[in-house]
């Protein structure tokens, strides 16, 4: 399986490295000096990661081949994709990767349908489950401890106690009318560390 791992973003400096946004928990494996990677487009790769350090809280890169500034700068929001075993887990216990979360069902403790999670979404402050709900719109829910109590891989389902005001007005309306499966829809998140994993 092919999973997103990073973004590349600017040239830094005349030597070939580059900035880049990182979409995965564990950079240190994916993106270590010897990885070799796939891109998107696919023109510009593979590309095999010859050096990696941290500068000013950013992660900066230098691939095999690209020696200097102009040649790094072609590479600017090319997508790093990495080869993983889809039954391959995470290090961490309660960690999840995006593909285990995608196409999860999502529901509330007391059963109530939400919708379903579509995306990932990996914010530098906190990752969100972007749910779509069967009337075709999309609901954010924080993929924190506290919302989301419960990963279910079996069942395939994620299971979260929204805080009033997560799920919008229509939801709130059809919850107080008894109409079923619009009430109090939330979204899920990782069973603990927020931590969901490959990017994607």
Known sequence: MQLVVARIGRAHGIKGEVTVEVRTDEPELRLAPGAVLATDPASAGPLTIETGRVHSGRLLLRFEGVADRTAAEALRNTLLIADVDPDELPEEEDEYYDHQLIDLDVVTEDGTEVGRITEISHLPSQDLFIVERADGSEVMIPFVEEIVTEIDLEEQRAVIAPPPGLID?????????????????GASTDDGSGGSGEAS
């Open 169 to 185: 007005d229509r939801a709130e309306i059809a919850s107080a009318r008894g109409e079923e499966g619009s009430g109090s829809g």
